[in-house]
């Protein structure tokens, strides 16, 4: 049983251009939730989808950044005309149920890390 | 204003001593606390966990404490090996789902 899949690893991109971050849960895990980890900073909340429906996108800015989760394939985050704050290391969870919910905790996938030159 | 503080960013333990890490939280309807360990360029593995009922939970060397009067949180290693050198987060749940804090680098010395 695989873990928690994010692909690529490392992304480089010029001001202004798109990053496109994939990642594909636990075999069945249908809820994800993704995390972005600052220089220096802990993991921050982004969004928390389930399929085809975003569930809460409080940590999410406002502007530029985006996600889905697909009912087929992996879910998805995208910035558009990244900026060098965008730099960061992107970690996408999944857990089997709801976070909130019940006693369960969220697997990590290993991460992508986004440089914007 | 943070919700979960980890105050040490970083701590130094010799090989075969007892690492101690705390963590403290704000908000007493937090239910479930967890402990992240982190390795650099990979991501968070999920450590151990307790919930709100209990003050104690024992996992081979790795044992949780929770003070709920004290909204405080801590992480034992007994006893501390090189491969637990790495950065511990400290994650509790709430309404809206996990919150970390900014982790504290545990450094284990021979």
């Known amino acids: 049983n695989a873990g928690v899949m994010q692909n690529p690893r490392h992304l480089v991109r010029r001001r202004g251009q798109e990053a496109r971050l994939r990642c594909s849960p636990m075999?069945?895990?249908?809820?994800v939730y993704w995390y972005r980890q600052l220089p220096e900073e802990g993991l921050k909340f982004m969004v928390y989808l389930q399929k085809e429906n975003i569930i809460d996108e409080s940590g999410m800015p406002k502007e530029r950044f985006s996600a889905e989760f697909p009912k087929e394939g992996p879910s998805i985050l995208r910035i558009q005309q990244v900026v060098r704050g965008d730099s960061a290391a992107y970690f996408c969870?999944?857990?089997?149920?709801?976070?909130?919910?019940?006693?369960?905790?969220?697997?990590f996938g290993q991460g992508t890390r986004l440089t914007v030159v | 204003d943070q919700q979960v503080k980890q105050n040490s960013p970083s701590l130094s333990v010799q090989e075969g001593r007892i690492s101690i890490l705390n963590c403290d939280y704000t908000?007493?309807?937090?239910?479930?606390f967890l402990w992240y360990k982190k390795y650099p360029a990979e991501g968070p593995t999920f450590l151990i966990s307790?919930?709100?009922?209990?003050d104690k939970n024992e996992d081979g060397r790795f044992t949780v404490f929770l003070n709920k009067s004290a909204k405080h949180l801590s992480l034992h290693i007994v006893p501390s090996q090189p491969g637990d050198s790495a950065v511990y987060f400290c994650?509790?749940?709430?309404?809206?789902?996990?919150?970390f804090g900014k982790g504290t680098h545990l450094i284990i010395q021979p």
């Open positions: 908000n007493s309807m937090f239910d479930y």
């Open positions: 307790i919930s709100s009922i209990k």
């Open positions: 994650a509790v749940r709430g309404a809206d789902g996990l919150t």
């Open positions: 075999k069945g895990h249908s809820h």
């Open positions: 969870a999944s857990s089997p149920l709801d976070v909130t919910a019940i006693n369960t905790e969220a697997f």
